[in-house]
């Protein structure tokens, strides 16, 4: 979830519970699961971060330093538990239409500028993050820790002046 709010407006409130529920829940998850997948000598956790994660966007300052925490944390994790055979990743997706951004992306001028940013000229569909999951699930990755691979259309790759 998320709220769109100026950051001088945010509440100390508002703020805490987006922080909880990003960044502290992956952390708590993480925790819970660490000692089965320890005991395993082998395991993968796939964080889902966000453009946020690199990207300023304004009205979201709580949810993209919260989705920046995570990425900082998957690679903590990563470099903690790689000696556990326990790989940590992240995957972090472009524009999706979801509930949360659906108004936003339905035709209004915002809309149209995050679409002409991307080069692919779309939005993302849910089944397009299936294949980085199954990379990072795999034992293709089993060399492959503390990384994020962003699955965008290209958005981040279009650069500011797109």
Same mark, same amino acid.
């Given at each position: 979830?998320?709220?769109?709010? #100026?950051?001088?407006?945010? *509440?100390?409130?508002?703020?805490?519970?987006?922080?909880?529920?990003?960044?502290?829940? $992956? =952390?708590? $998850?993480?925790?819970?699961?660490? #000692?089965?997948?320890?005991?395993?000598?082998?395991?993968?956790?796939?964080?889902?971060?966000?453009?946020?994660?690199? =990207?300023?966007?304004?009205?979201?300052?709580?949810?993209?330093?919260?989705? $920046?925490?995570?990425? *900082? =944390?998957?690679?903590?994790?990563?470099?903690?538990?790689?000696?556990?055979?326990?790989?940590?990743?992240?995957?972090?997706?472009?524009?999706? #239409?979801?509930? /949360?951004?659906?108004?936003?992306?339905?035709?209004?001028?915002?809309?149209?500028?995050?679409?002409?940013?991307?080069?692919?000229?779309?939005?993302?569909? #849910?089944?397009?993050?299936?294949?980085?999951?199954?990379?990072?699930?795999?034992?293709?990755?089993?060399? /492959?820790?503390?990384?994020?691979?962003?699955?965008?259309?290209?958005?981040?790759? *279009?650069?500011?002046?797109?």
């Amino acid at each position: 979830f998320t709220f769109r709010q #100026p950051a001088a407006e945010v *509440s100390e409130e508002s703020w805490s519970e987006l922080i909880d529920t990003h960044l502290n829940g $992956a =952390l708590r $998850a993480c925790q819970a699961f660490y #000692p089965a997948l320890k005991a395993s000598g082998r395991g993968r956790v796939i964080n889902i971060v966000s453009l946020g994660a690199f =990207l300023a966007f304004r009205d979201v300052a709580a949810y993209c330093a919260a989705k $920046a925490g995570l990425l *900082s =944390l998957t690679r903590s994790l990563a470099c903690e538990w790689a000696q556990d055979g326990i790989m940590v990743n992240a995957i972090a997706p472009g524009i999706f #239409p979801t509930e /949360l951004n659906l108004e936003l992306v339905n035709g209004t001028p915002r809309g149209e500028e995050l679409l002409m940013r991307t080069p692919m000229r779309r939005f993302g569909r #849910p089944e397009e993050l299936v294949g980085a999951a199954v990379l990072l699930a795999s034992d293709g990755a089993s060399y /492959l820790t503390g990384q994020c691979i962003v699955v965008d259309g290209g958005f981040m790759a *279009s650069g500011v002046n797109s």
